[in-house]
């Protein structure tokens, strides 16, 4: 079955099921987003980071083995956004201000080498420039979809 098929599976799977309401932990990290495993739009997000994965798989950026490294991917990489990215943005917050902002691209890079690491053998980003530019182009595609 092709990458996306088997998201789409996924998905029908998902919505299928979330019309129980579950009680989840509900995380808020000081703005009014909530990170809430339990809702749609937590999960509609991975799925369409999933699906970006995917895309960019394509390229020589990086290596997915299965969709299912893709969707691993793009939980990991949320989670980490969610929980390590404001500690280290809060400890890089000098070279932040001093960069206007662009320093965040090289945190977003760091946070997709280290969801590398975690998963090698199934999702891998050789290098610092290819996970630069896999964090912009995966905002990307997600922001289009």
């Keep these: 079955m092709s990458c996306f098929v088997k998201i789409w599976y ?3 799977l998902i919505f299928y099921n979330s019309n129980k309401k579950n009680k989840m ?3 808020n990290m000081g703005t009014n987003n909530k990170f809430n495993p339990g809702s749609k739009e937590f999960w ?3 799925l369409i980071m999933t699906i970006a994965i ?3 798989s394509a390229t020589s950026m990086c290596h997915v083995e299965n969709p299912l490294f893709a969707l691993l991917a793009a939980l990991i990489i ?9 500690l280290i943005s ?9 960069s206007f902002g662009l320093f965040m691209l090289v945190i977003n890079a760091i946070i997709v080498m280290f969801t590398s690491f975690l998963l ?3 999702f891998e980003v050789s290098g610092f420039w290819n996970a ?14």
Excluded: D, E, H, Q
């Design 90 to 98: 809060l400890i890089s917050m000098p070279l932040v201000v001093f």
């Design 25 to 27: 932990i509900s995380i």
């Design 132 to 145: 630069f530019w896999f964090s912009i182009i995966v905002t990307i595609l997600s922001f289009l979809m």
């Design 78 to 86: 949320s989670l980490l956004n969610a929980f390590l990215k404001p």
């Design 44 to 46: 509609l997000k991975i």
């Design 54 to 56: 995917c895309i960019v």
């Design 10 to 12: 996924l998905c029908k």
């Design 120 to 122: 090698k053998p199934g």
